[in-house]
């Protein structure tokens, strides 16, 4: 017995009531010896050096467990730290692995459920809610803005507003002469918005004279915002009108005026809880008929001196109004005003109603929305990021409640079949109940191996990976006849990898896919569609949802920030702002916390809460015929050129160089000698042009042509890569492109910083030389007349 056991045991006889829990063996103390070793070793050799406060922790429960004194209560109280370290450790550190699936969270969110006002009561159709009239024949369907300058805030959200709803407009700024406001006996413009209602208010004498009576004559209206000022205006009245206003207010919980005969598009649902955004706000009082209310809120501060009232002992405060319609029973003008900006999202949707109201209907936008909700990636994933049993009940539970708001709504499953079965136990058991359920969903190909296509440089082993995954459909009869496909990461859509396309044609017979990338990803409002080689590429939405997002107390921002977007922000938006919407979604967000299926079941309650939209969903096919129905325009591609987008250039083929592309055009026009320079440029050393084409010679003849149709990898072929390290400036000349109708706009998307060379002679020459060069080949007047019988 050593000299530390012998004080111990010195202690024990002194003790007058020795507890049993004190009375350790020789061999438990050498033992717990060997433990608090072992406990340092395991500090040491683990890597905690990043995880302060778990190395802190760690050597502190070591240190209690090394205690001379050491009972029951204190090997308790290290067992429970323990329990909670790794607890905490595995939650916050650990994002993948089975330990994942053995930690309970509790932080699943449950579908935002709106109380609505009204919501039981039959939804109102389209033609209840028409505001055409027949005064709307005589205007364009185009908007007049007024901004106070070019660069002005509130002038661009209107104007981006206009382009998200595709609505044509025209920016002026205000205290200029007006522009032309008639075309013979029609108007050009439904509806005149004054971004600063003040300029509107002290416009010159004659102008305001002519709009006014531009006004009365074609039964166009007019919407004016009341921007904020330093001056605080307490019943201040608007210049010539029975109206007055307080100004710089902070407000709270918004409603509408459920009977005002603006609203069409939006709905007087719920009170828009909380305080609206800005310590800006406008209210407006009225002592005329002519007025009525759109929009009340509450005051958010303590008083507000016209509108409290006393009532005995107490006060009622009196909803004030934000937004006032003027009927025109005072000057036969009608008019609605704002009282604050476009950062409430109520009043995107009311400026939407106000056009269309102020219009007579000719700028009125349909109130059908179709929606198609795309999971990628199914099978593919990580262990403890896949679908289980649950989360796939869960999946056609939340399906079915949807598709009672939404008529045949189903989710969209992509899915590579090399990853099946590659999950733990139970996600694999997972795997199997998806597919024994598979008539539940509509499903379309991903890859087979979640390859990017554009990575592919042999079509024949690309057509092999797409026969993997049919195989795969095949044998566990997932249907194979959707004609939708989407490319992982969007690769090889746009830009075009034309392998791509003629794989997806042989092999799935694919007619309709879609993309987030066309032009761009940003801004989303810009997004578009187009079609190549018979495939129609409609333009995909985001939703604010990623593979990483599979937590709600890891979403970025938080909760509030997923919320802001469903609840009038980006996501409601986006499904109001588009007839058609594609969403991109990911088969991690459907299980761990489930967030798609909270962030779609809310959205779509809370657009049935506020608007009048009619939500209905399609297959793919059937939304592309639909969307190119809406916008033929935009069935011709225009191709971008990829080195100006880094997104764009990590998913063009390795085998494009951005140097191979022309750095000048020889533009024409014909028989004035741009065949000679030609020559002449190519005999510098440090220049180059195009290979020689076989049908048109030297002329490539691309952007004014069925050529382009064959797509940027076609023209890019004419352009080899050099092979050497001198630098040359690459050019093309195509005579043809000088009275080209489609050539500027082409030529600039892919070319923008290419400059132009053009050939001007005299005309009378330019005509002789065209007479001289289709007399030669053949051309029968020519052959039977002079040039000057000809003229």
């Known amino acids: 017995m050593n000299k530390n056991e012998e004080e111990h045991m010195l202690n024990l006889q002194h003790d007058p009531k020795p507890s049993a829990n004190m009375l350790i063996s020789h061999n438990n103390k050498s033992l717990m010896k060997n433990e608090l070793l072992s406990c340092k070793e395991f500090v040491n050799k683990k890597n905690f050096q990043n995880n302060e406060c778990g190395l802190i922790l760690l050597k502190w429960i070591c240190k209690v467990t090394s205690l001379k004194n050491i009972n029951v209560k204190h090997g308790v109280l290290a067992l429970f730290i323990v329990s909670l370290f790794t607890i905490f450790y595995y939650t916050h550190y650990v994002d993948n692995g089975v330990f994942v699936g053995l930690i309970h969270r509790d932080t699943r969110p ?59 407009y025209k920016i002026e700024v205000a205290g200029k002469s007006l522009p032309i406001l008639t075309n013979l006996d029609k108007g050009r413009y439904g509806v005149v918005v004054f971004e600063n209602i003040d300029k509107y208010l002290h416009m010159d004498k004659w102008n305001r004279e002519l709009l006014d009576k531009y006004c009365r004559e074609y039964s166009v209206g007019i919407v004016a915002f009341v921007n904020s000022n330093e001056d605080t205006l307490v019943a201040a ?63 958010n501060a303590l008083h507000i001196p016209f509108n409290t009232i006393n009532n005995g002992n107490s006060q009622i405060q009196h909803p004030l109004t934000t937004v006032i319609k003027d009927s025109g029973k005072f000057d036969g003008i009608q008019r609605i005003f704002f009282g604050s900006s476009l950062k409430f999202w109520l009043h995107r949707l009311l400026l939407l109603d106000s056009l269309s109201y102020l219009s007579n209907g000719q700028l009125s936008l349909s109130l059908n929305r179709m929606i198609l909700v795309d999971v990628d990636d199914i099978f593919v994933g990580e262990k403890g990021t896949r679908l289980k049993i649950d989360d796939i009940k869960a999946l056609i539970t939340t399906q079915k409640r949807i598709s009672e708001i939404i008529p045949g709504f189903k989710f969209n499953l992509g ?37 990017q ?290 050539v500027p706009k082409r030529a600039h998307a892919l070319l923008p910083h290419a400059k132009i060379i053009s050939l001007l002679i005299s005309p009378a020459k330019r005509a002789y030389s065209w007479y001289q060069h289709i007399k030669s080949h053949g051309d029968v007047t020519a052959n039977n007349y002079t040039f000057y019988q000809v003229i």
């Open 453 to 742: 296509p554009h990575l592919y440089d042999n079509l024949t082993i690309l057509e092999n990976e797409m026969l993997q995954n049919y195989a795969f459909a095949r044998e566990h009869k997932i249907p194979t006849n959707s004609y939708y496909s989407v490319s992982p990461h969007h690769s090889g859509v746009y830009p075009a990898h034309e392998m791509l396309y003629k794989a997806w044609k042989k092999i799935w017979n694919i007619k309709v896919t879609s993309t987030e990338e066309y032009p761009h990803l940003r801004p989303a409002r810009l997004r578009r569609g187009f079609k190549h080689r018979n495939i129609m590429v409609l333009p995909r939405q985001t939703c604010g949802l990623f593979t990483h997002t599979m937590y709600i107390d890891r979403y970025p921002g938080g909760r509030d920030k997923l919320d802001e977007s469903i609840q009038g922000g980006e996501l409601f938006q986006t499904i109001v702002y588009n007839p058609i919407n594609i969403f991109m979604t990911h088969m991690s967000n459907y299980g761990s916390d489930r967030l798609a299926l909270y962030t779609f079941e809310s959205v779509i309650k809370f657009l049935r809460c506020w608007t009048h939209l009619k939500l209905v969903s399609e297959a793919p096919l059937q939304l592309a015929h639909t969307y190119f129905r809406l916008h033929p325009e935009e069935s011709d591609p225009i191709w971008g050129n990829p080195c100006d987008d880094p997104r764009h250039l990590k998913i063009w083929s390795k085998s494009k160089e951005c140097e191979a592309l022309p750095k000048f055009l020889v533009i024409g026009p014909q028989k004035t000698g741009t065949t000679a320079l030609y020559t002449f440029l190519s005999i510098h050393p440090n220049i180059d042009s195009n290979i020689i084409s076989p049908d048109t010679f030297e002329e490539i003849q691309f952007f004014n042509g069925n050529n382009y149709y064959r797509g940027l990898d076609w023209y890019m072929e004419f352009f080899p890569i050099p092979t050497n390290s001198t630098k040359k400036y690459m050019f093309e000349k195509s005579a043809t492109y000088f009275d080209g109708e489609f």
């Open 237 to 299: 009245q608007l210049k010539n009108f029975p109206l007055y206003i307080h100004t710089n207010l902070r407000l709270k919980d918004a409603t509408l005026n459920k009977n005002s005969p603006v609203l069409r598009l939006t709905r007087a649902g719920d009170i828009a809880w909380g305080p609206l955004p800005g310590d800006d706000w406008t209210i407006f009082q009225h002592n005329h008929s002519t007025y009525e209310t759109i929009e009340w809120a509450q005051s």
């Open 415 to 451: 899915f590579s079949g090399k990853y099946y079965h590659r999950g733990t136990s139970e996600e694999n058991l997972g795997d199997d109940y998806l597919l024994e359920n598979l008539k539940e969903f509509n499903w379309f190909s991903h890859m087979w191996n979640h390859q």
């Open 110 to 168: 449950t579908p935002l459920v709106p109380t609505c006002r009204n919501i039981e009561e039959k939804v109102l159709s389209y033609q209840t809610i028409n505001h055409k009239s027949e005064a709307r024949l005589r205007i364009d369907p185009k908007v007049l803005v007024f901004v106070e300058n070019t660069y002005s805030r509130l002038g661009k959200d209107i104007a981006e507003l206009l382009v998200y709803n595709r609505i044509k």
